[in-house]
């Protein structure tokens, strides 16, 4: 039975028609991802589903009972609890539960009510044990922590929370309901690579129904059972994921086309023989013809599959680089705390940053790497959370920032292309035809008109300033100042921000026909393993280098899970000696950790069956009316009951220290 059903939708403001004739229903267990191009309606149509908009015409059905949890993009106003505090209310039916067996127990120890609450003691405890009363402080620590809080945000008020920080504790709350259906729009946006992770794995176990709104195909590609492509204000109904949406929609437009040319052909060879015999001995049965057509035409015409304009992106080159396009050898990446010039020198093959050798106490060290190498033509995926110096690397390799120590060595023949994740370089009051040609003075204004036209700026699109462009639009005008740069190397940083799927998809393509090199610091997953032959991992302040794409980088993480812990490879003990030392320190602390967090999880499931045993023993001590033996267990059910929370609470610590 389905959860929710919507028939012949429609959506207009004003004259502006959003869709017309959308029909959906979502079943339990279904996880339906919404795509399609910017501005179709999809969180029109998620808010329509929420109950939060009413359509123009058309019926929206829920099943009686159905419990829905919506997440916009921008969250609402908060309130003035703290974050704790807002996932606690979740719980308000279990806490007044708990509250009510602790009057409970200390009524029990009163001769006069004694009697009375041991009836009524037993029955209230074995339900609030059955609706999880023991485990929702651990379920709330796990989703925060899952979703990127630090234990020491817990308690701060929402009202102090960013913008982004809102919208992931309003999607905790929401996983903590439990809802029916959940209506997510944009769920992954501000949560970094292992909150998403995080979030992949929470949605796949999912008992309820989903309908989601993303952008990140990886994403969509782990999670979605179903997709729905609302698009030229149509709804089209696509069974699977991401992937395979887009192998059936290509399947769909190719069999329209041919269809579609099939039927031009027909329509020309009949209004051929009707434009002869018209007026002839056969003028009967053109007669015959022209009917038939005229029926086909008004009941049966194919119409010509329609394409969106895309973006028409092109990175080219005539400069071949070296063969080493960039090297890195005991380098350490992070800020001096007081500001120091980059020392550079000119050696033969290339160019060099050189670090100063010594890393201050009041120095800010992000990460260290193990020696990389990237050769012409190789693709380079950058990973990592977020503030793990990903950004600064690239700094430093542009020779903005000197590194703490250690050498970054760039090729020969380099002509460095960036693409910076906050577009600096593109002044507010410019229009958009004088960032193209700054970029390029030698364009000719009908000839840089011509090229951003590409980019889709049309006609007064041009002459927009830069401080009236959308995300996407200043992205896309970012990558047409790019083109005109005939770079060689292609530093990218997070290029898919704010571009929608067909123009990530664009980029794709034109990236992996582009024949220099390219490094690209991103969160999109999808891109990285569509592109990567090599991908750089940032993790506990150190990068490794993994061959081939993330898939490759997945499976190698995963290999390295299950291995049985070795003695590392003899190296050469001068070369690496730093490194390895630095590297088992590391790994016993994260060991310590570990063990630290498993033993305390382990005095946890201890503890919770010795409260289960302790709830029952004192179900039967009070249905044998047993006082003085119901006294006691009350009070050690009480200090086990503490004890578990305390536990609960070192281990958020100790898992947020091992993560």
């Known amino acids: ?168 504790a309003l999607l905790a709350r929401l996983l903590l309901e439990q809802p029916d259906l959940l209506l997510l729009d944009e769920p992954t946006n501000h949560l970094d690579l292992a909150a998403v992770e995080w979030l992949e794995n929470a949605l796949v176990s999912w008992h309820g129904a989903m309908v989601i709104v993303a952008h990140d195909r990886y994403f969509l590609d782990q999670v979605a059972t179903k997709t729905w492509e609302l698009a030229w204000g149509e709804l089209t109904h696509y069974r699977g994921n991401y992937s395979h949406y887009v192998a059936q929609r290509h399947e769909r437009l190719e069999r329209l086309r041919k269809d579609y040319e099939a039927q031009q052909a027909l329509i020309a060879k009949e209004q051929d023989y009707i434009a002869r015999n018209i007026a002839g001995q056969n003028t009967k049965q053109a007669q015959g013809r022209r009917t038939r057509l005229e029926r086909m035409l008004s009941t049966q015409q194919i119409l010509a599959p329609r394409h969106r304009r895309r973006m028409s992106l092109q990175f080219q080159t005539r400069l071949r680089s070296g063969t080493l396009v960039l090297s890195a050898k005991d380098l350490a990446i992070g800020y001096r705390s007081q500001a120091a010039p980059v020392v550079s020198q000119e050696r033969s093959g290339g160019h060099v940053y050189v670090g100063d050798g010594t890393i201050d106490p009041d120095d800010t060290l992000l990460f260290r790497t193990e020696e990389l190498l990237l050769k012409r033509g190789e693709r380079v995926g950058v990973i990592g959370p977020n503030g793990a110096g990903k950004t600064t690397f690239v700094k430093t390799l542009l020779g903005q920032i000197p590194p703490l120590t250690g050498e970054l060595r760039l090729g020969a023949s380099l002509r460095l292309g960036y693409l910076a994740q906050v577009q600096a370089a593109l002044r507010p009051e410019w229009t958009v035809l004088d960032a193209l040609m700054d970029a390029d003075p030698s364009l000719a204004p009908a000839e840089a008109r011509h090229l951003l036209a590409r980019y889709l700026f049309t006609d007064e699109d041009v002459f927009k300033t830069v401080s009236t462009l959308s995300g996407g639009q200043r992205s896309r005008l970012a990558l047409a100042r790019l083109s005109r ?108 950790r570990q063990s630290q967090a498993d033993a305390v999880e382990q005095q946890i499931h201890t503890l919770e069956r010795q409260l289960t045993a302790i709830g029952e023993a004192l179900a039967a001590a009070s249905r044998a009316q047993r006082l003085d033996d119901v006294q006691a267990l009350g009070e050690r059910y009480a200090h086990t009951e503490q004890e578990l929370h305390r536990l609960i609470e070192n281990w958020a610590v100790l898992a947020e220290a091992a993560a």
């Open 485 to 592: 740069q005939q770079a060689n190397f292609l530093v990218l940083d997070e290029p898919t921000n704010h571009l929608d799927v067909e123009s990530q998809e664009v980029l794709e393509d034109v990236l992996s026909d582009f024949p220099g090199t390219v490094l690209l610091v991103s969160h999109d997953r999808y891109l990285i393993d569509a592109l990567a032959t090599q991908v750089w991992a940032i993790d506990d302040r150190y990068l490794r280098a993994y061959e081939g794409n993330y898939t490759a980088y997945l499976a190698a993480r995963q290999a390295e899970a299950e291995a049985v812990t070795a003695t590392a490879a003899p190296t050469d003990a001068q070369q690496h000696r730093e490194r390895s030392r630095e590297e088992r320190r590391k790994r016993k602390e994260e060991e310590k």
């Open 1 to 168: 039975m389905s959860l929710l059903t919507a028939h012949e939708l429609d959506m207009s403001y004003g004259p502006l028609d959003v869709f017309e004739g959308v029909s959906v229903a979502v079943a339990n267990g279904d996880r339906v991802g919404l795509v399609g191009p910017n501005g179709e309606g999809k969180t029109t149509l998620l808010r329509i589903l929420a109950g939060e908009l009413k359509p123009t015409a058309g019926m929206v059905h829920r099943r009686r009972g159905l419990r829905m949890g919506y997440l916009p993009q921008d969250p609402p106003a908060p309130g003035e609890t703290t974050l704790w505090e807002d996932m606690l209310e979740v719980f308000g039916d279990l806490r007044a539960e708990e509250a009510a067996l602790r009057e409970l127990e200390a009524q029990m120890a009163d001769p006069d009510h004694g009697e009375a609450a041991l009836e009524a003691y037993a029955e209230r405890q074995h339900r609030f044990e059955a609706a999880g009363g023991y485990a929702y402080a651990l379920r709330i620590q796990q989703t925060l922590t899952g979703l990127g809080f630090r234990p020491d945000q817990f308690d701060q008020p929402l009202v102090q929370l960013s913008g982004g920080q809102r919208t992931r």
